[in-house]
């Protein structure tokens, strides 16, 4: 390509609006559909506002993938702390998602680092705890925590963050927890314990046909330009999204279709688009997750899917993988870690759902195991397509 083609391809016509509206992370000025949640959740945390003592209030949100937790927490999250500030009360909104912070230790040093601007180095988590929370009173601040995908943490972790008004005197805790989770993967980590020191449980249900419609209209609306896509074609896309119950396999046909068409140089999205473009979803792989992965973990999963391709089984074996491993490390010149360390990457990536694995017994007589390996929400090739496409930006 040459100069001038590569500006001619720049200028061409797209039919987004605003792209960006269609990102994992934004949040619309407008969230449709959750008001019964978002009441529950004003009358739950007001007291903070209205309260000369400042309680601490805990929450959870639990709700299949896509139906809303993440957006509802933050669209609430920003909106609270635009009430606080018009009230006086000066609240700080922390957001956390545990795939970039896999300990409350991490999560805590962040904060310090940000409260106080120590490095947080030297000091214990209680100690750490002490100095946030001192500062907030200083201060006359409060925080309030939103901590996403909190199964990634140990119930002993969980707790001890819930248990911080316990500990450390409800007058010094100038701070207050919403905890995000998945159901399923909630169940995993609750205990009598944790339980007895959340104030509530909201629960999120999968959008109806009318909620999905409602919802997709007023994205559509924010992120493409006028006549770009027709109700005929959001009308589908709900009926897309109805059928796996996650809103989110609706949001990336979108994106994928406005990209298609940019590409394609079209001035509308087709139904055959939505088709194509919903083929090439799968609803419950988590993409989002896959970007924050670190670079071994990365290799550890190209390794995974490169053996699983090139099986006969629908599993694949350690060893098998640690072979294919090794040798896209070596095509990105990266050093490759022991057997033991690899392991560990198989185990944190089965952590997050991306692979599965289960220890299988292969002989009766001896005491031979190994681990079956396997991918359950994408297949092997799809994610190899869109691993090559990470490395291609990250190592190139
Ligand atoms: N009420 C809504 N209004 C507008 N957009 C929504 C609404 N509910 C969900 N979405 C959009 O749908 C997608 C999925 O929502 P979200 O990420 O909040 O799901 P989640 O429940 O957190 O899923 P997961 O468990 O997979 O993290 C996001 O792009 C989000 O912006
Ligand atoms: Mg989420």
Sequence with gaps: ?????????????????QASS???????????????????????????IEEDM??????????????????????????????????NVKIFIEYFNCINFRSKS?????????????????FSDDEAIKLILSKLIRDKGYILLIIDEIHLLKPKEVWALLDIAESYG?????????????????????????????NSKIKLSPYNYEESLKILKYRTEIAFKDGVISDDI??????????HGNMRHGIEILRKCGLYSDKEGFDHITADMVREASDQVYPTFRGDI??????QELFALYGIAQSLLTREEPYTIVDDAFEQYNIICETYDMDSHVKMSFRKYVRQLDELKIIATKTVRINENKRGRHLEITMLDIPPKKLLELLDNIFEKKFQ
């Design 290 to 295: 896959v970007d924050k992965l670190n670079d």
């Design 22 to 48: 269609l990102d994992f992370s934004y949040v619309p000025d407008t969230l449709y559909c959750r008001d019964e949640t978002i009441k529950e959740l004003i009358h739950n945390f007001r007291r903070i």
């Design 106 to 122: 991490k999560i805590i040093r962040e904060l310090l680092a940000k409260y106080t601007h120590g490095s947080g180095r030297g």
């Design 234 to 243: 959001v009308e589908m896309i709900a009926q897309i999204v109805v059928q």
């Design 54 to 87: 400042q309680p601490t209030i805990n929450i959870l949100i639990t709700g299949k993938g896509g139906v809303g937790k993440t957006v509802t927490a933050r669209y609430f999250g920003k909106n609270f702390r635009t009430i606080a500030l018009e009230n």
């Design 170 to 198: 409800h007058q010094n805790a100038k701070l207050s927890i919403l905890l995000i989770s998945r159901t399923k993967d909630w169940m995993r980590i609750e205990t009598e314990r944790i339980l007895s020191r959340l």
């Design 1 to 17: 390509m040459d100069e001038n083609k590569f500006r001619a391809e720049f200028s061409k016509k797209s039919v987004f609006r």
